[in-house]
């Protein structure tokens, strides 16, 4: 039976413990959210010593499956205060399953700040202070614990902005490459682990055993016909290890659902200059790398290698997202510059979503001229000085930026910056920011594909008909996904290959020998988000927190000249109850 590991990060005490009956069929978000319901109270300070951090490998994740290493972080949030999970690439998930680990969960606080080294190996936990680390970036620690640890261990890391407490820090993975560049990115999550005092986890499963599958012909049978449905798919097969998830800043913009200038238009003038096409056109010139997997077992390589011109490396992971919170939303459109941005994001260990956004918030006001990528680059570098006030305020995210500098157009739910797609335009996944419990997040419910993609449906992305119902039915499908270890993009193939859901079932029942249908997997995904939703009652949310800020309302977008008009009761019918 797969194991949880328990760290005190006051008095270091390592407990190892068996899985629960009811926590042994969990992964990933399931066991996460699952664990900080039942563990964690809702009303606790999300820095104090009351909160936990959950570190959860799927169900499916250490195992010959393709897409199945995906890892997730939970925590009560410090950037929402509500519920967190964010999830991860990385080799990390891999390699803690085949150590029969399912989750690891890091208790308590010291009484004084530390800079602590978890390893775990087959043979058990140890735990060091190397203050030689504190306030160094993600690439310097993760080299000096290759050359402590050996070069084939993975590394879960925080930068400056998580050791000193910031609001939008990350945490970091290390991806088959040794870079720290896979991120659990969002709520802020890096700020719990160096609330913890802890600022790495080693991984290494050097001699490990390998998972254990209840029935081995089964999941190869299953395995093999999983592989087919995600190469054969247009999307996840030719889309994706094509161009990276960068392929939609040319499909949003043409929707006219690309915000740009802090979401004041759908469309950028110069999206073509950072768009997924240019920069596959550059990596290649350069002899970088187009399409590369983010962990072991991926076969949509979406990820790439970004060098400068001189061949150099940068950046990898270099997505969608990102490129256009730090590019179209501020209007920067340079991707050299764009890289760079990223680049540090990674190195600090900051979300790039809530950064690019916090960034746009700060050209609002004036910090900084629209479009100055220099002047960006130069900004982000204040955040490694701990007492440099303003790198304090733009670590913070954009709720916290734009408080400190009198900003009403901060574009927030929950008090997390929304992501890639403008609601007004992309109504589905607008539905999904306004409700879902982690706060505005299009991986929670992405309704891009029925809206704009026309995966899995058709549903007009500029009008109400159809899009609670769609968003609702993706925030359940999401969760179980996350659960399994799956990467999300799986979801495109999915949608679309009718033997899909069956064959995932398939793949669970031979895994652990007990019988999975697809409604069991519904129902996971279901009860998930029962477990969230009730921690953040909890926590003090109520429906007036599902919903968008005021200028979505009032403010008509450019070209389809749509507002958001969705009322917080209406709403409530996306909510699982």
Not at 185 to 208: E, N, P, Q, T, Y
Not at 300 to 315: F, H, K, L, M, W
Not at 327 to 337: Q, S
Request: proline share 4%.
């Amino acid at each position: 039976m797969d194991k949880l590991i328990r760290i005190n990060t006051k008095t270091n005490e390592v407990v190892v413990e068996d899985l629960s009956e009811e926590m042994s069929l969990l992964g990933g978000r399931a066991l996460t959210s699952k664990i900080i319901r039942q563990e964690v109270p809702g009303n606790c300070h999300p820095l104090g010593a009351s909160n936990k951090l959950v570190i959860a490998t799927g169900m499916l994740s250490g195992t010959p499956l393709a897409n199945s290493g995906r890892i997730s972080v939970g925590a009560k949030s410090p950037l929402t205060g509500g519920i967190k999970e964010a999830n991860s690439g990385g080799v990390f998930s891999q390699k803690m399953a085949k150590l029969g680990l399912r989750g690891l969960v890091l208790e308590d606080k010291p009484e004084e700040k530390t800079t602590k080294v978890i390893y775990i190996n087959k043979d058990g936990v140890q735990i060091e202070n190397m203050p030689e680390l504190a306030n160094l970036g993600t690439y310097e620690t993760s080299n000096k614990l290759f050359e402590k640890y050996g070069s084939k261990v993975g590394i879960l890391v925080i930068g400056p902005a998580g050791e000193n407490l910031r609001l939008a820090a990350s945490i970091q993975f290390t991806d088959p490459k040794g870079r720290p560049a896979r991120a659990a990115g969002r709520g802020g999550l890096g700020a719990v682990m160096g609330s913890k005092g802890i600022k790495a986890i080693v991984i290494d499963d050097k001699d490990a055993p390998r998972v254990k599958i209840a029935d081995t012909e089964a999941f190869k049978a299953a395995a093999k016909r999983w592989a087919e449905i995600l190469q054969k798919h247009a999307v996840t097969g030719q889309g994706l290890p094509s161009f990276g998830t960068a392929i939609l800043i040319n499909i949003i913009n043409e929707a006219g659902a690309l915000p740009t200038k802090n979401f004041r238009f759908g469309r950028f003038e110069k999206a073509a200059d950072v768009s997924g096409e240019k920069m596959a056109e550059l990596i290649q010139k350069r002899g970088g790398v187009v399409a590369e997997g983010c962990h072991p077992g991926c076969i949509i390589r979406c990820s790439q290698a970004y060098v400068d011109e001189n061949g150099e490396y940068i950046t990898s992971g270099f997505e969608y997202e990102t490129i256009w919170a730090l590019g179209p939303n501020t209007l920067i459109d340079n991707l050299d510059e764009l890289a760079q941005l990223d680049r540090l994001c990674d190195d600090l260990g900051l979300d790039t979503i809530e950064t690019g956004n916090t960034i746009a918030v700060a050209m609002e006001a004036g910090v900084l001229s629209w479009g100055d990528g220099q002047a960006a680059i130069e900004l982000l570098k204040r955040i490694y000085d701990p007492n440099d006030y303003l790198g304090r305020i733009i670590a913070n995210g954009s709720a916290f930026t734009g408080e400190a500098f009198g900003i009403d157009r901060v574009p927030v739910v929950k008090r997390q910056a929304l992501p890639a797609y403008d609601p007004r335009s992309v109504k589905g996944v607008g539905v999904t920011y306004a409700t879902s419990p982690m706060g505005a997040d299009h991986t929670a419910g992405y309704a891009v594909c029925q809206n704009i993609l026309k995966v899995g449906g058709d549903i007009n992305p500029l009008k109400k008909e159809g899009n609670i119902e769609v968003s609702k039915n993706l925030q359940i499908a999401t969760a179980a996904i996350d659960a399994t270890g799956f990467c999300l993009f799986v979801a495109f193939a999915v949608l679309d290959t009718e033997d899909a859901m069956d064959t995932i079932a398939k793949l669970l029942s031979a895994r652990f020998g007990k019988t999975f249908t697809v409604d069991d997997i519904v129902n996971l995904g279901i009860n998930t988000l029962k477990d969230e939703l009730a921690f953040n009652k909890d926590a003090g949310f109520t429906k007036a927190q599902d919903q968008l800020p005021e200028f979505f309302s009032k403010e008509p977008l450019p070209p389809h000249n749509t507002v958001w008009d969705f009322s917080i009761d209406e709403l409530q019918a996306a909510k699982v109850n």
